[in-house]
């Protein structure tokens, strides 16, 4: 063997195996198909706007021609657009009538770097979710399963928030919160008297608002909000693979990692029921070779891994590995995103607040808990929101010339809210990724055939998450109130989840409790297929945790010789 364990992809799931499995003593290699990042060496955080490109902005010709989908985000620009693939040279094929935007970054660090670190716990009427009402199988775990590892990660992490004692939103490890402004704090008094079922809170993001020993240990430092953290942080201020799981790995002095590695399939051992083998291609030269290790954890992401998983076709997994079910590359699901209102106040003139806020309020699920506010449809959804005066960006992307835009700039405008609903997607098996037989991209890996499409109950969601934002908005004296909506296409939420779900019986689903494949002993899957359900919150949290969950059972199971 060449090492103790191969960790494939260095996102957000990746980077916690790899620390976890690294403090265990184990010898663990990261293959990443992407390029090297340097923290700090190789972002554009202290780059001011009229030292971008194009001021920040890419031209619309470039962007038609290699960045259609990923330049959809809200956070590319030409700062951050060295994060996200270009789709020119990445493509992946859907039904002409069902589009899917897989957004994606392919460099060390994945989508940690880009993400909008908003981070919370999952709770018991998420895990119950699938057996409660019959869609999908049912979570092999509960809260109680998880809470542990959700503490660990987010003192790790550092996550800032407060707590709340709301059993749909369970309570963490937090550092100080960043605090609502004039206008959120009236719309959460206004709302949560009107409706006592709902609470507004702030937003529990990944930022370091004081940051405790282990943190500054790895060399990390306070939030500057700055608001640039889709360029990468130089502070280390927001949590990523860069900033905090790679180097706490390093330190043990465990850690290989090998860069524009692109794992192309699993070999399988039938006789021992172990992958085998991890291929690669060399992103740069095409070559191929193979790594071994005792235990494999495959963490290229929902579709990535679905991809790979799907590629590692044998006699004995000919739909690919780990396949008996028919699982794999089935139930994908994301947030359903196209939710919610924006208004603007005509009031609070007089008030302002000081410096930027990388994080704003959320308004947790209240739908569907406890039979006192019901839907005619299943599961709920939740609202990330935040307010600023209009022309909070002073100048960034204001249009106009001359002495009106000038007068402009000089004031700041009206106070706006905006409302932005997460609803939950069913698991269907008909909601599904394929290799396709006869295309494949440059270094001959199949292309992935996305087929994902909304059915009735993320539609229904998704009009009652807009009429509630409406009406919360207008109770709150806005005006000029606008839905968000239409629903938007599946993968803008940037949530994939479900190809390779968890579950209990391995006639329905890909993975145990411990993201441990029930037909392969030796591999485990910790990314966002794992997941049964989407719930209705942000996932990588819940992928942390799992993650490192995973890591420490694998670890015992080495230890104990039974992989
Ligand atoms: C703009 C934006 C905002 C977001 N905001 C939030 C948020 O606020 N909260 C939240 O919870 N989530 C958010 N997300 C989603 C979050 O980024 C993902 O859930 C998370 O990064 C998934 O972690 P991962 O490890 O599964 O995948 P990734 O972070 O995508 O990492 C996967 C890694 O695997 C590598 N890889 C893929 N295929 C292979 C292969 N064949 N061989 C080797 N390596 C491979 C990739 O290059 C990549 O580095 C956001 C995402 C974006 C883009
Ligand atoms: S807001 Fe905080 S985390 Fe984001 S770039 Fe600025 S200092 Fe870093």
């Not at 060449?2 to 990261?30: H, N, P, Q, Y």
């Not at 937003?203 to 608001?227: F, V």
């Not at 002073?394 to 809210?417: F, H, I, N, S, T």
């Not at 990314?527 to 015992?556: E, F, I, K, Q, W």
Request: aromatic share 10%; charged share 25%.
């Amino acid at each position: 063997m060449d090492f103790d364990a191969i960790v494939v992809g260095s996102g957000i799931s990746g980077g916690w195996v790899a620390k976890e499995l690294c403090e265990r003593g184990l010898k663990t290699l990261m293959l990443e198909r992407g390029r090297d990042v340097q923290h700090r060496v190789d972002y554009l955080d202290f780059a001011p706007p009229w030292e971008l490109p194009h001021r920040g902005m890419l031209p619309e010709e470039e962007k038609a021609q290699h960045y259609a989908i990923q330049s959809t985000s809200y956070a590319f620009n030409s700062a951050s657009s060295q994060f996200f693939v270009r789709d020119s040279e990445h493509p992946y094929s859907t039904p002409m009538d069902r589009p899917f935007k897989w957004i994606r970054g392919y460099h060390l660090g994945g989508r940690s770097i880009t993400w909008g670190r908003q981070t919370y716990r999952m709770s018991d009427f998420d895990f119950n979710a699938n057996r409660l009402d019959g869609h999908g199988v049912d979570w092999p775990i509960r809260y109680a399963d998880l809470s542990p590892w959700y503490d660990r990660v987010e003192s790790f992490a550092g996550i800032s928030g407060s707590n709340e004692g709301l059993e749909q939103l369970p309570d963490g490890q937090f550092l100080p919160p960043m605090g609502l402004n004039c206008v959120e704090q009236a719309f959460k008094q206004k709302v949560e008297t009107d409706h006592p079922s709902r609470r507004v809170t702030v937003a529990r993001c990944a930022h370091l608002t004081e940051p405790k020993p282990e943190h500054i240990a790895l060399g990390r430092g306070p939030c500057q909000l700055r608001n640039v953290c889709e360029r990468g942080c130089g502070y280390g201020g927001y949590f990523s693979s860069l900033s905090a799981t790679l180097p706490a790995a390093r330190k043990t002095g465990n850690l290989t990692v090998i860069t524009d590695a692109i794992v192309e399939r699993l070999d399988y051992d039938h006789a021992k029921r172990r992958v085998s083998g991890v291929r690669v291609i060399d992103a740069k030269t095409k070559q191929g070779r193979s790594y071994q290790a005792r235990v494999v954890f495959v963490c290229a992401s929902t579709l990535g891994t679905a991809q790979i998983l799907l590629s590692s076709r044998s006699e004995h997994f000919p739909n690919g590995l780990a396949n008996r079910s028919d699982a794999v590359g089935r139930y994908l699901m994301d947030h359903v995103m196209g939710l919610g209102a924006t208004g603007t106040h005509p009031g609070f003139l007089d008030r302002y607040y000081y410096g930027r806020r990388p994080a704003g309020f959320y308004l947790p699920r209240y739908v569907n808990l406890d039979g006192r506010d019901t839907g005619n449809f299943l599961r709920g959804f939740g609202f990330q929101g935040y307010s600023y005066r209009s022309s909070w960006g002073r100048g960034v992307g204001e249009p106009g010339v001359g002495a009106e835009l000038k007068q402009r700039l000089r004031y700041p405008g009206r106070w706006e809210m905006t409302l932005i609903g997460f609803g939950e997607m069913l698991p269907r098996a008909d909601n599904r990724v394929t290799l396709e037989e006869k295309r494949s991209d440059r270094w001959g890996i199949p292309l992935l055939h996305i087929d994902c499409t909304h059915g009735e109950n993320e539609r229904r969601i998704a009009e009652r998450a807009s009429r509630d934002a409406a009406a919360m908005l207008a109770a709150s004296g806005y005006e000029n109130i606008t839905s968000n909506g239409p629903i938007r296409t599946p993968g803008e939420g940037v949530h994939e989840m479900g190809t390779a779900r968890m579950g209990l019986d391995p006639a329905t689903s890909v993975l145990n409790r411990y993201n441990q494949a029930h037909d392969v002993t030796n591999l485990f899957v910790t990314d966002g297929s794992c997941m049964a359900s989407t719930g209705t919150v942000n996932p990588s949290l819940t992928y942390m945790a799992l993650s490192a969950r995973a890591a420490h059972h694998a670890a015992d199971l080495l230890g104990s010789g039974e992989i």
